[in-house]
């Protein structure tokens, strides 16, 4: 690494656990930092300003979670990313999304492999700070907390037309406008119909394409069965000279695949994401569990959730930001839209949706 080594403070009751993943970390090439206090931990924070924060079990002093609620308290340390280390018991004690007072969970055992690609896109972030993704409509950024960072795997996720092709259209716009190379991998269209659909939006993406600034695959994974996750990935993987990718949607690859194939595939792609990438990954809602929605929000970077309601005598579609690591301002905006042929999407004021 060049420069100063990416510091790591490992606040950790364990000490076989501290042992082992201090000695991963170091040969990793991180400078590390431990104690298995939970005041000294908060000293310790404000004094290092270490690159990354991670909390364990059985502390002296404090307990884990109130070490992590006063980490993102203090205005000291409130920008610090933080990293719980917890067993997959443990997990369903947690808060998850913007309610939670960490930044990301990381379940032993792991391996080396693990350990990195869940740190990663943490101890990396300020090598890409100040920059992401745009929708190209200021408005639109100022609500999603000033944009996405570039390096987030991002999941957007919604019922059948609530609008998430639309808003997946109007980020690959904005980001192509701002000089990125991308790929899109699409269940939704093919490339003679997303160029028109996107022309109805006011979005011309013709001359990306004939630069090869923009490609699209679309996505044909029904021979695969419970191969299809493995076999995206592996196409995504191939896409090295890309600095974004855009997956619209996910729901047709992984109908018929494990639980395990799914959660690994995410995974993948935070790897990539730890690699430089950028991926941004379109789910319906009604295409997987509950129970393994929440996991894989837990992994991703940034969760935009959107949905139709009915307002008054008429259909509203609503885009939430539930979190953004890394984000410039404060997310958990609700924002009302509607999609007008011809200008793409349109805010709508809140005091007009309610009149």
Partial sequence: MAGRKRTILM?????ESLEQTRDLLE??????VTTTDGVDGLRLARKEGPHLVMVGTRLSGMEPNEVCRRLKKDPATEDLPVIMVMTEDMLDDQMLGREAEVDDYLIRPFTALELITKISPYTARDEVMGRVISTG???LDDKMGGGIPLGSLTLIEGASGAGKSVLTQQMMHGTLQEGYKLALFTSENSVRSLITQMQSLSLDIVHFLLLRRLRVYPIE???LDDEAPVALLKALRNESDRDMIFVDSLTSAVGSSSLRDILSYFEGCKRLCADGRTLLVVLHSHGLSQE???????????HLRLRT???GQKLVKTLEVTKIRGADKSTGNIVSFEVEPGWGMRIIPISKVRG
């Fill in 292 to 302: 393994l929605t929440i996991r894989i929000r837990s992994i991703c970077d940034a």
């Fill in 309 to 311: 309601e009915e307002v």
């Fill in 221 to 223: 994974t029904g021979h």
């Fill in 137 to 139: 409509s200021a408005e």
């Fill in 11 to 15: 606040v950790e009751g364990d000490s």
């Fill in 27 to 32: 040969q990793a090439e991180y400078a590390v």
